[in-house]
């Protein structure tokens, strides 16, 4: 079992920037596949970015909605998966999940098990 908490989310003008963390317990980071989701009332869970362990390095991918603006980066000394987003648009504004699977990982949702409680960020125009 894998136990995330999410923290960072707030109030941001357009144009501004925000750090997402998700503190994660239960395996070893870093072993397993990561990602973070946005989600929207009314619509399913948005892919953002993974962050896959790979061959002692990490395998990084992006949403093209959110390419060159968002980067997301794995800290096994604190347990850590951060996102950080720059160049915030109105668009972005959703609550942001973290992920975690001890599965190949992915995509879409589905292909992750575990689930933090969410982290709401608003990005005012």
């Known amino acids: 079992q894998v136990q995330l908490v999410e923290s960072g989310g707030g109030l941001v003008q357009a144009g501004g920037s925000l750090r997402l963390s998700c503190v994660a317990s239960?395996?070893?980071?870093?072993?397993?596949?990561m990602a973070w989701f946005r989600q929207t009332p009314g619509n399913e869970r948005e892919y953002v970015a993974t962050?896959?362990?790979?061959?002692?390095?990490?395998?990084?991918n992006y949403a093209a909605s959110v390419k060159g603006r968002v980067s997301i980066s794995g800290d096994s000394a604190k347990s850590t998966l951060s996102l950080q987003m720059n160049s915030l648009k109105p668009e972005d504004t959703a609550v942001y999940y973290c992920?975690?699977?001890?599965?190949?990982?992915?995509?879409?949702?589905?292909?992750?098990?575990?689930w933090g409680q969410g982290t709401r960020v608003t990005v005012a125009s």
């Open positions: 239960g395996r070893t980071f870093g072993t397993y596949p």
């Open positions: 962050l896959i362990p790979r061959h002692n390095t990490y395998y990084t």
């Open positions: 992920a975690a699977t001890l599965g190949v990982g992915g995509l879409m949702w589905t292909h992750y098990d575990f």
